[in-house]
């Protein structure tokens, strides 16, 4: 069993892959391998989707990136 590692892509422009034939639709977010994201970013075509934010755990204080000192 392979443990394939994938990375979550912003798609950046409309394009269909002809090898798999997927398509990809621009400002979607999708989950792929890391091989294939690294060939579509050498292409122009994805980019690294930024984590979205989660709202604290109800009882745990917002996270606002200070340190205690």
């Known amino acids: 069993m392979s443990d394939t590692k994938t990375k979550r892509a912003k798609i950046v422009r409309d394009f269909n892959d002809a ?3 997927t398509q990809f639709t621009a400002g979607s977010t999708v989950e792929m391998s890391e091989g294939a994201f690294a ?3 050498a292409c122009g075509l994805v980019e690294l ?3 979205e934010p989660t709202a604290p755990v109800e009882g745990e204080p917002a996270k606002s990136g200070r340190t205690r000192s």
Do not use: H, I, K, W
Request: aromatic share 12%; charged share 20%; net charge negative.
């Open 39 to 41: 060939n579509y970013q």
């Open 49 to 51: 989707a930024a984590d």
């Open 19 to 21: 090898g798999s034939e």
